[in-house]
């Protein structure tokens, strides 16, 4: 009978440390989900800017080439100007988009946190196993 009492306070033990291993965990994920929360912030608002960059010089750009259809009949150093610019406009809304488009295909929200979690799932997974084998043996 005091055997059994003794069993009951070890496994009552070892489920209060696994509770705590688990909060402590939980509390630790939940941290570094804040920081990537707040990373993906930095990342979306900078993305926001790239896109609203890449759409304001592909307006200029339009618009260039739209007033130098208009003057091409004119002096030709206003047309080489303008043409000029039109492809300076046209590079940079170019390499706006391109840019924009390769941090898009390699943007992975919270990544760290779900790969600390599968960790943390293994982990616990463990532990019950190693917890059933014990108890199965006493």
Same mark, same amino acid.
């Given at each position: 009978?005091?055997? *059994?009492?003794?069993? !009951? $306070?070890?496994?009552?033990?070892? &489920?209060? #440390?696994?509770?705590?291993?688990?909060?402590? @965990?939980? $509390?630790?994920?939940?941290?570094?989900?804040? /920081?990537?929360?707040? %990373?993906?912030?930095? #990342?979306?608002?900078?993305?926001?800017?790239?896109?609203?960059?890449?759409?304001?010089?592909?307006?200029?750009?339009?618009? =260039? @080439?739209?007033? =130098?259809?208009?003057?091409?009949?004119? !002096?030709?150093?206003?047309?080489?100007?303008?043409?000029?610019?039109? /492809?300076?406009? /046209?590079?940079?809304?170019?390499?706006?988009?391109?840019?924009?488009? *390769?941090?898009?295909?390699?943007? $992975?929200?919270? &990544?760290? =946190?779900?790969?600390?979690?599968?960790? !943390?799932?293994?982990?616990? !997974?463990? $532990?019950? %196993?190693? &917890?059933?084998?014990?108890?199965? #043996?006493?």
């Amino acid at each position: 009978m005091h055997d *059994t009492n003794g069993a !009951d $306070q070890g496994v009552f033990e070892s &489920s209060k #440390r696994f509770l705590r291993a688990t909060a402590t @965990i939980a $509390q630790n994920r939940l941290e570094l989900l804040l /920081v990537e929360v707040q %990373e993906e912030r930095t #990342r979306l608002f900078d993305m926001l800017m790239l896109a609203a960059g890449a759409v304001a010089f592909g307006l200029m750009a339009l618009i =260039t @080439i739209s007033f =130098t259809l208009v003057v091409v009949f004119w !002096d030709d150093h206003r047309v080489a100007v303008l043409v000029g610019l039109s /492809v300076i406009y /046209v590079l940079a809304a170019a390499a706006g988009f391109w840019q924009l488009n *390769t941090r898009l295909k390699k943007w $992975q929200a919270f &990544s760290a =946190t779900l790969a600390e979690l599968k960790k !943390d799932c293994e982990w616990l !997974d463990a $532990q019950r %196993e190693n &917890s059933s084998d014990s108890e199965s #043996r006493h």
